[in-house]
């Protein structure tokens, strides 16, 4: 059965955990841009995703050594004293940049502690890891289409401190959940050091040819595709369209998203990569139809088929994640995992503008288009990724036992 107690408890901690997300980067556009402009915005949000990309790591090995839970509960717990600073600072008056700053700082840090906890929890909770993926998937689709509506309206009507009162209290309802979930004891391990940990961690996760090769066009993907698609699209499509036809188009993505997280939950692959590495040829159509000055229609077809793709794509990625790497290091391998495939985009984001200068916005995004299709043409043409089979049900079984 899917839905049990603890699967349930495990899905509210992190639907509500992406809703506060979500508003999150909207409450830093919106309230931080109108006081401190896009520079302070940028300062914001890249002091968040440093501090992630350096403690990833570290996070994997901690929560190998002493349990996910624990870790994700703490992280919980700090990033609702960070958000509720800076609700209180918006209270009272305008907030410095030096502690929005500072507060973001400390959300990036405690996000990498609570990530890799994220893939090893969902074998825990469910003998079925494939439908629980797909379920949250959707849920995260809902999600990230009501945080930033939310957002917006709230601040529209009350100005930044509610928004981020909001946000902390998704901290604590996630951090209950999860300290309901009941689970089986686990026993810190000892005699190593971290420095060996973390090599353990990456001999697991070299020895995976199906996984650092997929990393690896992640890695390509954020510098040329994902991290500048945002950027060069908002600029691009606003300049030609109008802004509400960005908003249209986001919307339309994460229709895409559900659909292909409903899709993902009917279908299971016997090669869920391959099956992933077809679906994904659907990105491409998006920063094409952008390149290619597509219709307002042809703009909408095209992000939700990208929205789909991903979707399809992140449930056949993290459930053979889940279901190939032994528990005993999965928290280590998913650390370097999430390190390399997001390690990339603050590259592809900064150099977006130099690229627009020089090469020109919707050229880039041609080339951009191009290189999706030939990274999906890579990962069917490797046998690890394209052979790989869907783990059989007993070792998905064997997760639940008690160790």
């Known amino acids: 059965m899917l839905w049990s107690r603890n ?13 506060g997300d979500a ?3 909207v409450a830093s556009a919106l309230a931080i841009g109108a006081v401190y402009g896009s520079t302070g915005v940028g300062f914001t949000l890249a002091a968040w995703m440093i501090p992630f990309l350096c403690c990833i790591l570290l996070g994997g090995v901690l929560a190998d050594r002493f349990s996910a839970r624990p870790l994700m509960i703490g992280a919980d717990v700090v990033r609702l004293f960070a958000q509720g600073t800076i609700a209180a600072a918006f209270f009272v008056g305008t907030p410095s940049l030096w502690l929005l700053v500072v507060c973001s700082a400390v959300s990036g840090a405690a996000a990498a502690m609570f990530q890799p906890g994220v893939n090893s929890m969902v074998p825990l909770v469910s003998s079925d890891p494939h439908r629980a993926n797909a379920v949250i998937k959707v849920a995260y689709s809902f999600a990230q289409l009501l945080g930033p509506a939310a957002a917006g309206l709230l601040y529209g009507l009350f100005g930044a401190a509610p928004v981020y ?4 209290a998704t901290f604590v309802i996630s951090g209950v959940c999860l300290a309901l979930l009941r689970l089986p004891p686990v ?40 991290g500048p698609l945002v950027p060069l699209g908002s600029v691009l499509i606003s300049e030609r369209l109008g802004a509400p036809a960005y908003g249209w188009m986001q919307s339309a993505i994460g229709a895409g ?29 998006l920063p094409l139809a952008i390149a290619l000055r597509g219709s307002f229609t042809i703009l909408l077809v095209a992000a939700a088929v990208n929205g789909l793709a991903w979707a399809f794509w992140g449930v056949m990625w993290q459930t053979t994640v889940q279901t190939q790497v032994s528990p005993e290091v999965l928290n280590r391998v998913t650390s370097y995992e999430v390190f390399g495939s997001n390690g990339s985009l603050p590259i ?44 059989p049900a007993p070792q998905r079984d064997l997760m639940l036992k008690p160790s």
Do not use: H
């Not at 009162?165 to 902390?168: A, I, L, Y």
């Not at 005699?191 to 040819?209: K, N």
């Not at 998203?257 to 077809?278: Q, S």
């Not at 977006?352 to 020089?358: A, E, I, K, Y």
């Open 348 to 391: 592809g984001q900064a150099l977006s503008g130099v690229m627009m200068r020089f090469v020109g916005g919707e050229r880039m995004l041609g080339i951009s288009a191009v290189i999706s299709v030939l990274g999906c043409a890579v990962l069917l043409c490797i046998p690890a990724v394209r052979n790989l089979r869907q783990a």
């Open 165 to 168: 009162v909001v946000d902390s």
């Open 7 to 19: 699967f349930l408890y495990f899905f509210v901690a992190r639907t509500v955990s992406v809703f």
């Open 257 to 285: 998203t559900i659909i292909g997280g409903l899709i993902a939950l009917r279908v299971r692959p016997i090669r869920p990569l391959a099956a992933g590495a077809v679906a994904m040829f659907g990105y491409a159509l």
């Open 187 to 226: 026993t810190a391990t000892a005699g190593s050091t971290m420095l060996r940990d973390l090599s353990v961690g990456w001999q697991e996760f070299r020895s995976r040819t199906w996984m650092w090769s997929v990393i690896l066009v992640w890695a390509a993907y954020g510098i040329v595709l994902i």
């Open 23 to 25: 508003m999150f980067t």
